[in-house]
């Protein structure tokens, strides 16, 4: 199989973990593992992050009258409630930040495996099911981004921290988990941690590509671009598809799933 075909499966895979609380890069490493490919290892830890800028493209699009702050052919031009909700994203995304800047490469040599990719895979999908049933019949205390507090948002930000360094925990999975935990119903949960993706991936990227040094050959040119576009086109339907979803339906299946593939990680692997 060519690398280019390698790069559509990868943009698919990642266009579909990246916003389902079952872990993007886990189920990244686990499909290296299986189909790796020809690329020297500094251009791979690179792909293996900047891939997920399509997905985050996907979420500016389909967001941007919720996130884009300004109004050039209105009378205010400036919407303070915006501005208001991007003050706490980025409050969110500070204990992440300053580990991943400080700790990127170690966590990258000694966690970035199927073991704990396994593990964090079944832990936090029987987490998903025990706040799930904890849930059940409760009233959510938050029911609109607007509510969000910069207390609610910092408690966010440190569930997304343990996402930051264990592989297979899921960006999406960890803040979702600890959004429900303290109050925040399902769609605002949801819709949050799509929101705190921009500036975390973002930033991520730009560090990945700064080390790499932007000296491609046109053949990982075509990889990463490849990769990124079909993440894109892929992400836009996963989004939808995730929104309709848990209008009508909590996130246990999802748990049961983590709960399953990492069962089938660890017989593979061990074996």
């Not at 990889?223 to 992400?235: A, H, P, R």
């Amino acid at each position: 199989m060519s690398e280019i075909w390698k790069a559509v499966i990868y943009g698919i895979v990642e266009g579909i973990t990246e916003w389902l609380p079952v872990s993007s890069t886990g189920h990244m490493i686990l499909l290296e593992e299986i189909m790796p490919m020809k690329v020297t290892q500094d251009f791979w830890n690179m792909f293996l992050v900047v891939v997920q800028l399509g997905a985050i493209l996907a979420v500016v699009l389909m967001f941007w009258d919720r996130i884009f702050p300004f109004r050039f052919r209105e009378k205010e031009k400036i919407d303070w409630g915006i501005m208001s909700l991007w003050g706490k994203i980025l409050a969110a995304c500070v204990p992440a930040g300053i580990v991943g800047v400080l700790f990127d490469d170690w966590l990258e040599e000694h966690l970035y495996n199927f073991w704990v990719v396994a593990v964090m895979l079944i832990a936090v999908g029987i987490l998903f099911i025990y706040v799930e049933n904890r849930n059940e019949g409760v009233r959510p205390v938050i029911r609109h981004t607007d509510e969000l507090t910069y207390k609610v948002v910092l408690l966010i930000g440190l569930f997304q921290l343990a996402a930051a360094v264990f592989p297979g925990t899921s960006r999406s999975g960890a803040t979702i988990i600890g959004a429900l935990m303290i109050g925040v119903s399902r769609t605002v949960a949801a819709e949050f941690t799509f929101y705190l993706a921009i500036p975390v991936m973002f930033g991520a990227s730009f560090l990945k590509l700064l080390k790499f040094g932007l000296s491609f050959t046109g053949e990982e040119l075509g990889i990463l671009m490849t990769g990124m576009g079909v993440s894109f086109v892929v992400s836009v339907v996963v989004i939808r598809l995730l929104m309709g979803y848990i209008r009508k339906h909590d996130f246990k299946p999802f748990g049961w799933y983590r709960i399953v593939l990492g069962g089938a990680v660890l017989v593979y692997f061990g074996m």
